[in-house]
Structures are given as C-alpha cells and as structure tokens.
C-alpha cells in the first residue's frame, strides 16, 4: 500500500469518527434541553412527581365559596384517612413485632392482617364517597371536568409501589419504566 492510500484511509476514518461524536453529543443535548411535553393530568407512573395541590383545581374554574367547601371536605377526609392509615400502621407493628418471637401467634397475625384488608376497604369507600360529595358541589360543566380527573385523584391517593397505569398515558412516552414489585428493580 502506498503513503497517499494509507493518508486517505487515515482521514476517513477521522471523518467518520468526528461524525459519531458529533451524532452523540447531538443526541446528548438534545435529551438533556428538550423535555417532553407534560401529560394531561400529571404521570402517574413516575412516582419522584407529586401533583402540585394548588394547580389540581384549576383545571375546575372553581369560585370562591366552591374552593372554600373543596378545601373543608378535604380536611375532613384527611383527618378521615389518617385516622385509619394509624389505626392500619399500628395494626402491621403488631404483626411485624409477633413475626420476631420464636412461635410467633398465626391466629393473632391473621386476625390483624384481616383488620388490615378491612382498613384498606374503609379508606376506598372513603374515597369513593369523598368524589361523589366533591361531584355533588360542582356545576355541570365542571362535573365534566371532575369526571376527567377521577382516574388520577383515585391513584394519585396510592402509595407509589401501588400505582395502577393510566390507559390514557399509552399515547405518551413514558421517560421512566413503571416498576410492579422489588425483584424488577
């Protein structure tokens, strides 16, 4: 081979390298400055975003008194929720603390874990009444609204290991993939 055919070769191969980390660093700054645009009512598969409070009724064009009864439900329901998450909590202390004698009480164990489930279906009945008494001080325009948001204020209340997809969120790309249980972390 002579000199002018290895200098050849030499330069397209710095072409074609230069053309690579262009393409890459291209790619970088690309993902990095351009977001996705946000989803309609807040992804409810990435569990690092919490909904901001004070933009979720927005969406509703509530007037004054109708924000003012929004907010005493909701502090009503809260306290509701919080007294059964305590009483559930307490309830797994149990059950957590029995698990560490040697002959841990199955009977005991079992009868908490079925309080438990119980306390479970009290915070979804809760939930469910709550939506229905928020429905009930919207207009009908709004209800149209509220109807839209319903999937996100009854998932939005889990916890993030808990969180069910939105069939609405399969048109948009998900940046992070939905994790079902510890084994797929």
């Not at 191969?13 to 980390?21: A, E």
């Not at 933009?55 to 509530?62: A, E, H, I, S, V």
């Not at 797994?92 to 009868?111: G, H, R, S, V, W």
Request: with cysteine; proline share 6%; aromatic share 8%.
């Amino acid at each position: 081979m002579n000199y002018f055919s290895k200098i050849k070769i030499g330069t397209w191969v710095v072409i074609v390298l230069t053309l690579i980390n262009l393409a890459s660093l291209g790619t970088i700054l690309y993902k990095t400055k351009c977001a996705p645009p946000p989803p309609p009512f807040g992804d409810n598969n990435q569990p690092d975003k919490k909904p901001n409070k004070d933009n979720r009724w927005k969406n509703l064009n509530l007037d004054a008194q109708q924000e003012k009864n929004f907010r005493q439900r909701g502090r009503q329901y809260f306290k509701e929720i919080n007294t059964i998450n305590s009483k559930r909590d307490s309830l797994a202390k149990i059950i957590a603390n029995e698990l560490k004698k040697e002959k841990p009480d199955i009977t005991l164990m079992e009868n908490n874990s079925r309080q438990m489930g119980d306390c479970y279906t009290q915070l979804k009945v809760i939930t469910v009444h709550h939506l229905i008494d928020l429905k009930s001080l919207c207009k009908p325009d709004q209800v149209l609204k509220l109807d839209s948001m319903y999937f996100f204020l009854l998932v939005g209340f889990e916890k993030d290991h808990h969180r069910m997809r939105d069939p609405r969120m399969d048109s948009i790309k998900r940046s992070k993939p939905m994790i079902h249980n510890e084994r797929d972390r």
